[in-house]
């Protein structure tokens, strides 16, 4: 299963079973009041101390009345983990991994989901308060009846679970500490019909309290609701049972992986706890097996630095591979199109290691061409086309000459790199700051922690160790994003396609403060000579400056880049390198574009087929 389609999952059932939790909580903390209303002081605060909302609750509104308490738990947008925005999130992992979720399931969180989106407090008040979440638990039981019901118990239901599971064992806990430490107005109180009421609406707000009569009467100790909300191996709210179920779900999902991945990965199972102690009582700790959670989340494991993959060896520098290329470019519009100016980067990039042999630009209808370089050292064709036309051809022929790229250097540290710094965010100021698409936002910032650098270790390494990781984490799956997508919409995602990879990367490495670069080209075939690549798109990868200058790395492939990779134009990201971007005057509001690439080995004396530097109308 794919990583992304198994965090899908797991956070489906996350965010239902934090919608349903909220709603038992509001039902009971609402009744609780209707029944003892002498007894009530500050009778909503509570909810805030059990899920830790004080400060965004303050934020957005001034006093702890009903109305406000209400709206801010179940649809205030502000709250990420209102119920309105828990049903919402769910709905959105739901609709990701619908290809592993039954109609049944569907239908009844999407409907879920269009009503939610209605909610507002007169509703709510209209309806009754009491009514309101009676439905809304109905709604979530019959949500938790298509899931047991519809769906194969297979790896994605294990992942499923995951997600139920250890959220319950979180809201449990979460409430019994709170109760235990903020609840109770003073300690002469223990014991007293306020506290026992308390403890409970707490039974309540987890369906508990028949099962709790069943097991131990009709008479409330504090003991013992604690007891059995811990280690009740039945109930399935209780501590004890989630946990249990935890290591279940991920002993079964350690069982389908690879014995080799089983025999490296770790198992999170051993580090959750299954043995609790409560005064003297203890519980037997469960032997559970190895397996490999932590590699099953991914697509595949991350490879070390030394063993990235590199499709060709690069130790060869006299090794020059020579391609013809053919980029065609054609508009259409709906109505005819006039006063037509375009930006035209096709021209490949001359560097050390590739040279440009020859290049010709050609447009249909003729159009009036200057050319020159931008901020970037990038060549750009500007043409214009002032008669109507209906159709717009754009035709690049380039023949380059690649040679394969130096090799990596691996001695300059972190913390030696660091020391130029001032020097080096002045220099390339551009290429360490955030750009259009690639913002330094809240998301981006978390990802970056989990792959931050260690102090000692080479630059060069920790270079590929991102390239490796961000090829690993995210699956290549056109459609998914846009042209316009930023790093946001591809870590919400979960996928996207090279141009998405190359942001990211450059976007952790720029707040790792290694300057990282755009760049924009082709990926020429391994093919036989004189065999055209076919149907086929732009490349996109990245370039880092290191102190011996600038290397590129592929994390599409999650590698290196080889003598097969031929650069166009570099940037700080695509808005800067996009191979044709412009503007026309039309009647009509649609246009459609196609692109068609041929890139073959090129023959010998090829170069004399081309006036070098020609612009030919």
Not at 553 to 574: K, M, N, Q
């Amino acid at each position: 299963m794919l990583k992304r389609i198994a965090g899908n999952l797991f956070w489906l059932t996350r965010y239902l079973e934090r919608a349903e939790w909220r709603a038992r909580l509001l039902d009971v903390n609402y009744r609780l009041l209707v029944e003892n209303p002498a007894e009530a002081k500050d009778e909503w605060w509570p909810l805030l101390a059990v899920t830790g909302e004080w400060d965004l609750f303050a934020e957005h509104y001034t006093g702890y009345d009903e109305r406000s308490i209400l709206a801010f738990f179940t649809f205030d947008p502000h709250n990420l983990s209102s119920i309105a925005s828990c049903i919402e999130n769910a709905r959105e992992n739901c609709r990701a991994a619908r290809n592993r979720i039954s109609s049944e399931l569907w239908l009844e969180i999407n409907t879920l989901h269009l009503e939610a989106k209605r909610w507002t407090s007169d509703l709510m008040l209209t309806r009754g308060v009491a009514p309101f979440f009676a439905e809304l638990r109905e709604r979530f039981y019959r949500i938790s009846g298509a899931m047991q019901s519809t769906l194969p118990r297979d790896s994605g239901y294990d992942f499923l679970n995951l997600g139920r599971w250890l959220e319950a064992a979180e809201n449990v806990t979460r409430l019994l500490d709170t109760k235990y430490h903020f609840l109770l107005p003073s300690p002469a109180d223990a014991g007293s019909p306020l506290d026992l009421s308390q403890w409970a609406a707490l039974l309540r707000s987890a369906s508990a309290l028949e099962a709790y009569r069943n097991a131990y009467g009709n008479s409330i100790a504090v003991e013992r609701v604690v007891e059995f909300m811990l280690f009740d191996q039945a109930f399935p709210r209780a501590a004890r049972f989630c946990v249990e179920r935890l290591e279940l779900a991920l002993n079964r999902i350690a069982s389908s992986c690879p014995a080799e991945l089983q025999a490296v990965a770790e198992n999170p199972a051993a580090k959750v706890p299954t043995a609790y102690t409560l005064g003297s009582k203890e519980l037997p700790r469960r032997r559970s097996r190895a397996g490999c959670t932590n590699t099953c989340l991914r697509s595949r494991p991350i490879a070390p630095p030394s063993a990235m993959k590199s499709s060709t060896p690069i130790s060869n520098l006299n090794n020059l591979m020579r391609y013809r290329i053919r980029h065609v470019t054609r508009f259409t519009y709906e109505q005819p199109a006039h006063e037509s100016h375009n930006e035209i980067r096709l021209q490949p990039r001359d560097s050390v290691r590739q040279r440009t042999l020859g290049f010709r630009l050609e447009t249909t209808p003729p159009a009036a061409v200057i050319n020159y370089r931008d901020a970037f050292g990038n060549t750009v064709h500007a043409i214009s086309i002032h008669p109507p036309h209906t159709e717009l051809m754009v035709c690049a022929d380039s023949l380059v000459e690649r040679m394969a790229p130096r090799e990596l250097p691996n001695d300059d540290r972190f913390e030696h790199f660091l020391r130029s710094d001032r020097m080096r965010s002045q220099e390339e100021y551009d290429f360490l700051s955030p750009s259009r698409y690639i913002p330094f936002s809240e998301q981006l910032k978390k990802f970056f922690w989990m792959v931050r650098p260690r102090m000692n270790e080479p630059v060069a390494d920790y270079s590929r160790r991102v390239v490796a990781w961000v090829c690993d984490q995210f699956a290549y799956e056109p459609g998914t994003t846009d042209v316009h997508s930023d790093v946001n919409q591809v870590l919400s995602a979960g996928a996207g396609v090279c141009q998405d990879f190359a942001h990211l990367t450059i976007g952790v490495l720029r707040l790792a403060g290694v300057p990282a670069r755009y760049v924009s080209g082709y990926l020429a075939p391994r093919l036989d000579r004189n065999r055209p690549l076919g149907d086929q798109a732009s490349h996109a990868w990245l370039e880092v400056m290191l102190p011996e200058g600038w290397f590129g790395f592929d994390p599409t492939h999650g590698s290196r880049v080889t003598d097969h990779h031929i650069r166009l134009a570099v940037g700080r990201d695509y808005a800067d390198v996009s191979p044709v971007r412009g503007v026309y005057r039309s009647a009509g509001r649609q246009q459609t574009m196609r692109v068609s690439l041929d890139i073959t080995e090129a023959d010998p004396g090829d170069e004399n087929t081309f006036d070098q530097g020609a612009i030919q109308q």
